[in-house]
């Protein structure tokens, strides 16, 4: 997108409706759960995978490694957050515990009993192992990709600011909710431009319907920012020895790689894989890298 169209794209956002009419023009799935209706796709056949995203980008981040592993036959699932993508916009606070709810409500719903191979993806690294200390009988292993959650963690001034009632909602939804968009594919390093046009523009397309900032923000504040109740999950997924596996890119911008060090000290049992001169967006920049070293660890 250039700057005229992103800046239209600006001038579209939080105009339009989630209603159920609105979702029968959309592609894929939805579901009614109690926490709320959630967009999702499945497609293959065999052990069930299950992929969840991070804090603003919506299901396709996992385009390539999805198909990657459906090709590699695993049933997988993929779902948008509630607040993201074409899932509801709840009014609800969105902490932890409610991405954990969402989780267990779908699988539950679709996958009744089924264990399964569990990935998350940034701020997805939070909900997997909160979900996880809440339903460890269901995970096989679990795979974190460039994870949200250490208390070693070193907020961004932004961040700080917008964590502060009145204040932040302005700068939030003037500011740093607009650089969502600007920057949203700011971290891809290994793609064509017309694939940074596509990751950009999915992008757009979701952040048009009303809800999609006060769900952004709502998440900074009470997912983001809360390590403190994110490392309860990561101490539950050490003190089981779930099988983890952890990849991180060296040049991550959004959650840096020095976060890496704490994780190993909390998950002692985790493999750590490093990726040199990559960033936060690798498993869609690097997608059947990434996908490879997902199969060898689940097959391992």
Known sequence: MD???????????????????????????????????????????GELVVLCHGYATPYYIYDKVF??????GYKVLRYDLLGRGYSERVDAIYNAELFATQLYELTSSLFFGEKFYLVGTSMGGTITTTYYKNHP???????????????????????????????????????????????SNSELYNVSEEEKDYYQRNFAKAMVYKGFLKATLSSLRNTILRTDIAM????????????????WGTIDKT????QSERLKEVCPNAKLITYENSGHIFLFDEGERTTKDILEFIRG
Request: glycine residues 8%; contains cysteine.
């Open 3 to 45: 700057k005229k169209e992103v800046k239209q794209a600006l001038k579209e956002a939080e105009k339009k409706i989630l209603t159920e009419e609105e979702t029968k023009n959309l592609p894929g799935s939805f579901i009614k759960l109690n926490c709320g209706i959630t967009h999702y796709e499945v497609k293959g056949e």
């Open 137 to 183: 009988d269901t995970v096989k292993k679990l795979i974190l990709l460039a994870p949200a959650g250490m208390d070693t963690f070193k907020a961004p001034g932004y961040m700080k600011i917008a964590n502060v009632k009145g204040l932040g909602e302005f700068i939030f939804y003037n500011i740093a909710g607009p650089m969502l968009l600007k920057k």
């Open 232 to 247: 309860e999950g990561y101490r539950a997924v050490a003190r089981d020895s779930l099988p983890l596996l952890v990849i």
């Open 67 to 72: 198909e990657g592993l459906v090709n590699a």
């Open 255 to 258: 959650m840096p790689y020095y």
